[in-house]
């Protein structure tokens, strides 16, 4: 049972580790804007080389 | 078929309908220059893939993207420091509001700036805040360039100094709440899996073990402490105030878990509740982070700033013209007619003027202001034209500030109205009351049940439906209000609009388009001379009044008139070359002195069957303007729908009976009353009132100001113009008038909302305690059930405005 303790001492240290690294996070802006990130992975890398869907439609 | 001819008309821009001579290129319609000359913009550097994320991602900012508005005074460089965020030799970074983005294809183009301009290094787009943070290069691009840019494309900026943004910045507290739920998270998960053998056996675990886990959940519940800091900074400073907030009996419940989970590992009897109080501070502050997502949208669908009419006239080398209040500077030379509101601090160049500042000081006395002199945004010029010198930036969120702000002490800046207040107080006493009774109770009997049955109580006993019920529901109407053109003072204004009984208009310019007025002048003693004309004209042009602008006609002058006078509801008069020129009601200007019964005194004779201004000069009656008023189309089928919905209609007009025929199928005989000076208005609402009718007023606000701030709901009706009317609770296009049997039916739904919200959370609360009482609710259910009615409570409310937003659908004004 005793191993229960070292366990114990590891995983709030582990813990504290993440929340640690979270707090880090959330101070230094990562968190400020979660929509556009979302947003742009849906963009092109580089839309040049994409064919422009508008001209590529048949005029009618 | 139908819907392809349907898109082929519209614009491939802004998808707005197009004109039959629509400007077109390469195949694509265009409802205006300004929408083709973006498309050409983007066309001729590669980046028509705009045009594929999204069809039609255009806004209605492109209409104006061939015109560009004066930006010179951005090469200022003290003004481009204050907007820059950042600057070095070569690089400045500047950060800017974009209104007009909303869609990916927005986010797509803003971020491709550098290739429009070789000075963009990068750019860098926030949708959530409809920012666009630019690095530029200076040798290349000026700051000016860089706005005419985003002008061009389509995407005005709004342009302000960083220290006029209001409030603490959102960011840092997003980020303070998210640490807290981060730091209130991290406990009630390790607390949970050391509380678990707890809950499986008693001993499951030795004893040295189960003092080592308690105590661990001891110093875990600092953190959790900490993290709920800021209520127990909330209730202590309204405590100390002497008030009752929702807070309170939140910190109630959290001290009495704390206490006891502290007592009994302390005495070694058990594990004590770090589990429930870190589940119970952890959902608390994620509703409380829900709420403010939920607020900050609402808040910018109703910041009615970014599309808020408000403009001023400018003197430039070129004439007067309409410049919006943003882009006035110092050194600006504006002119302010009789009823507007001085927009930004400025000097006095015309010789004298005399200005009410009720608004702003509660002083009724108007004073007089001399050349020269400073004055403050937000007084209102009683009559005359004058002209000012402009010393600061003018800034239209300070104006709006102005009409925000609360003018009456009922409306505390806690945002809640007074009901809620008064409930939430009877709330927090009822709950301590039967707390203390459900101890009193059980202490000589069973102190354990005893001490889990009152913190049982506390915790279940929620007044997050009094938070929430209101700001929701009717926050979420009021957005909606504010896209279609009825701009509210706060959402507490959806309450009065909700109760109305009685609806009382004004004429000119409210029921009638003050656009389409025309005037005529009918000459009792031969024609005015091209002077006399012009000089008449100038005088009419010193007043805002509608019927003014209709004499005044559209002629650009410069005369200059002495000693003006308005007496709203009457007439104004003002000297030329030692000439007193009087113009008004009949009785204001001077009477008709010759003897025979001249053409004039004729028609008077006779019920005028038209809207007459009389004019003067000299002390001599010189005849009348006739005017033609044009109702606002649609405007009779409304007041038809009102009177249906048992609205009680009544109308006071300032003018002559010419229209009684006209009106009197809508109006009641003694409802329609017309020449109605300012304080005969005033007197009317104050006589409804005393009757116990809850009345709503609808006016322009230019000689009915007292009757609007009398009316338990006064609507300021208004065009296009660079008028301001701080008196009223809210400001309605006139364009939207007909749709106010719409608004009107919303707002009794929306107070049916807040209604049932808070029914169904009373017998939520009363369902709780009768178990909690009993020792029958554990605190851990207790801390689930809570947030859970709060995030309901949220949803209700939210949830019943947006039904009924689609059952009465509002179309938005035609730009």
């Not at chain 2, 006395?365 to 020269?372: A, D, E, H, N, S």
């Not at chain 2, 007074?418 to 709950?431: D, K, S």
């Not at chain 2, 979420?476 to 701009?487: E, N, V």
Request: aromatic share 8%.
């Amino acid at each position: 049972m005793n191993i229960l303790i070292l366990l114990l001492g590891t995983s709030v240290v582990v813990a504290l580790v993440f929340l640690g690294a979270f707090l880090w996070a959330n101070r230094t802006g990562q968190f400020d804007d979660t929509l556009t990130p979302a947003h742009r992975i849906l963009l092109d890398t580089d839309p040049t080389l994409q064919p422009d869907s508008n001209q590529a439609q048949p005029e009618h | 078929m139908s819907t392809a001819t349907q898109t082929e008309l519209r614009c491939y821009h802004c998808g707005q309908p197009t004109p039959a001579n629509a400007p077109q290129a390469d195949g694509h319609r265009f409802c205006c220059e300004g929408c083709q000359t973006v498309y050409r913009l983007l066309q001729s550097s590669g980046l028509c893939a705009y045009y594929s994320y999204e069809t039609t991602p255009g806004t209605a900012d492109a209409r104006t993207a061939d015109r560009l508005p004066e930006l010179a005074y951005l090469d200022d460089e003290t003004l481009s420091r204050q907007l820059l965020s950042y600057r070095s030799a070569e690089v400045s970074v500047v950060e800017l509001k974009v209104p007009g983005m909303h869609c990916l294809s927005c986010l797509w183009l803003l971020e491709q700036l550098g290739r429009l301009h070789p000075g963009v290094r990068q750019s860098e787009v926030n949708l959530g805040q409809r920012t666009v943070r630019i690095r530029f290069t200076k040798a290349q691009l000026s700051l000016r360039g860089l706005v005419e840019l985003l002008h061009r494309i389509g995407y005005p900026p709004v342009l302000e100094a960083p220290g006029t943004a209001q409030g603490p910045n959102p960011t840092t507290a997003q980020r303070r709440l998210v640490g807290q739920i981060g730091l209130a998270g991290f406990a009630l998960g390790n607390t949970m899996l050391l509380a678990l053998p707890d809950y499986l056996e008693v001993g499951a675990v030795g004893p040295s073990l189960q003092l080592a886990f308690n105590l661990v959940s001891f110093l875990l519940s600092g953190l959790v402490l900490y993290a709920s800091r800021d209520y127990f900074r909330q209730s202590y400073y309204t405590l100390r105030l002497g008030r009752f907030a929702i807070e309170q009996p939140l910190v109630v419940g959290i001290v009495a878990l704390w206490g006891r989970s502290v007592y009994e590992v302390a005495t070694q009897t058990g594990a004590g509740y770090f589990d429930s109080l870190a589940g119970l501070v952890f959902f608390l502050l994620v509703g409380k982070w829900l709420q403010q997502r939920t607020f900050d949208r609402l808040q910018f669908e109703r910041d009615f700033r970014s599309y808020f009419p408000l403009g001023v006239t400018a003197l430039t080398p070129a004439g007067e013209r309409t410049m919006a209040l943003g882009v006035v500077k110092p050194g600006d030379r504006l002119v302010l007619r009789g009823g507007e509101l001085v927009p930004t601090d400025s000097f006095l160049l015309s010789p004298e003027a005399t200005f009410d500042y009720s608004f702003l000081t509660g002083e009724a006395t108007p004073v007089l202001r001399t050349q020269g002199d400073l004055l403050y945004a937000g007084g209102r010029l009683l009559a005359g034209r004058v002209e000012l010198l402009a010393e600061a930036q003018a800034s239209t969120s300070r104006l709006a500030r102005l009409w925000e702000r609360p003018t009456t002490p009922e409306a505390t800046e806690s945002g809640y109205t007074p009901t809620v207040n008064r409930l939430a107080r009877y709330f927090t006493l009822g709950v301590l009351a039967a707390s203390a009774a459900t101890l009193a109770y059980w202490l000589p009997r069973d102190p354990s049940t005893g001490w889990l049955a009152t913190t049982g109580l506390l915790i279940i006993a929620c007044p997050c439906a009094l938070a929430f019920a209101a700001p929701f529901a009717l926050g979420t109407l009021q957005a909606r209000f504010g896209a279609t053109g009825f701009f509210l003072r706060s959402s507490r204004v959806v309450e009065g609009l909700a109760h109305a009984t009685d609806l009382v208009f004004d004429k000119t310019g409210t029921l009638t388009d003050p656009e389409g007025a025309s005037a005529e002048f009918v000459p009792a003693h031969g024609p005015l001379t091209e002077t006399e004309a012009a000089t008449t004209q100038a005088l009419a042009a010193t007043s805002a009044h509608p019927l003014s602008r209709a004499v005044a006609g559209t002629h650009p002058l410069r005369l200059t008139l002495t000693d003006l006078e308005e007496l709203p509801g009457s007439g104004l008069s003002g000297y030329h070359l030692g000439v007193e020129y009087r113009l008004g009601q009949r009785d204001y200007v001077a009477p008709c002195t010759c003897q025979q019964k001249c053409k004039a005194v004729t028609a008077l004779a006779d019920a005028p069957a038209e809207t007459r201004i009389h004019l003067s000069i000299g002390g001599k009656y010189r005849g009348y303007y006739r005017l033609t008023a044009q109702y606002l189309p649609g405007v009779f089928e409304a007041l038809t729908q009102l009177a249906q919905a048992g609205y009680a209609l009544h109308l006071l007009s300032g003018d002559g009976p010419a229209d009684r025929a006209k009106l009197a199928p809508y109006f009641a005989a003694d409802r329609l009353r017309f020449e109605q000076r300012p304080e005969d208005k005033l007197a009317y609402i104050e006589a409804l009132k005393a009757q116990g009718k809850h009345v709503a007023y609808l006016g322009d606000g230019l000689n009915d100001g007292a009757a609007l701030t009398a009316a338990h709901t006064g609507v300021a009706i208004t065009g296009d113009t660079a008028l301001f009317t701080p008196a009223s609770k809210g400001i309605l296009l006139r364009g939207q008038l007909t749709q106010l049997g719409r608004y009107l039916r919303l707002s009794r739904a929306g107070v049916q909302a807040v209604r049932i919200t808070f029914g169904v959370s009373l017998v939520y609360n009363l369902i709780g305690a009768s178990f909690a009482v009993q020792g029958l609710l554990s605190p851990v259910i207790a801390a689930v059930l809570m947030p859970a009615i709060s995030i309901g409570s949220m949803a209700l409310a939210t949830g019943l405005a947006h039904l009924a937003l689609g059952r009465e659908p509002i179309t938005p004004p035609t730009p």
